[in-house]
C-alpha cells in the first residue's frame, strides 16, 4: 500500500458578533469571505478554510463532542514578509500585541512570531520564516 499524506484543509472556529470578527479576519488577516449554505460564512486563506460557527445559524448535529467556543481557539497564520512587517501591519490596524517578536518553532521550522487576539479573545499568532 502506498503511503498517504494528509493535510489541513479547513477548521472551525466560533464567533459571538458575526459583523464583528468577519470584518477583523477580512481586514487584519486577509481573509476571503466565502458565503456557506444556511447563512454561514467561512474565512478562505489560499486553499486553506476557517468554517465559522456563531449565533442564530444552526450548523447541524456533526460537530464535536464539546464545539468550540467563541474565544477558544489558538491559532496560527504564516505571514509572507517580515517580522517588522507584522509588527506595522497590526499597528496599522490597531491591534494589540500580547507576545512578541519571539522565536518559535512552526509547521516548518524554527520561526519568529507575534501574539494577538481576535474579537472574541481567542490567541492568534503570526510567524515569518526565513
Known amino acids: 500500500m502506498a503511503e498517504v499524506t494528509v493535510r489541513l484543509d479547513h ?10 470578527s468577519t470584518r477583523f479576519y477580512r481586514e487584519v488577516l486577509g481573509a476571503e469571505v466565502v458565503d456557506q ?4 460564512v467561512a474565512y478562505r486563506f489560499g486553499d486553506q478554510q476557517l468554517n465559522v460557527h456563531g449565533p442564530g445559524v444552526d450548523v447541524g448535529a456533526l460537530v464535536a463532542r464539546r464545539p468550540v467556543a467563541p474565544g477558544g481557539s489558538d491559532l496560527c497564520f504564516v505571514w ?8 506595522a501591519h497590526l499597528r496599522h490596524h490597531q491591534v494589540e500585541i500580547e507576545e512578541g517578536p519571539v522565536e518559535r518553532w512552526g509547521g516548518r521550522g524554527r520561526g519568529t512570531s507575534v501574539y494577538f487576539r481576535d474579537p472574541d479573545g481567542s490567541l492568534l499568532e503570526l510567524i515569518t520564516y526565513a
Open 11 to 20: 477548521c472551525v472556529i466560533a464567533v459571538s458578533d458575526w459583523d464583528r
Open 37 to 40: 449554505p444556511g447563512g454561514r
Open 80 to 87: 509572507p514578509g517580515t517580522i517588522e512587517e507584522v509588527l
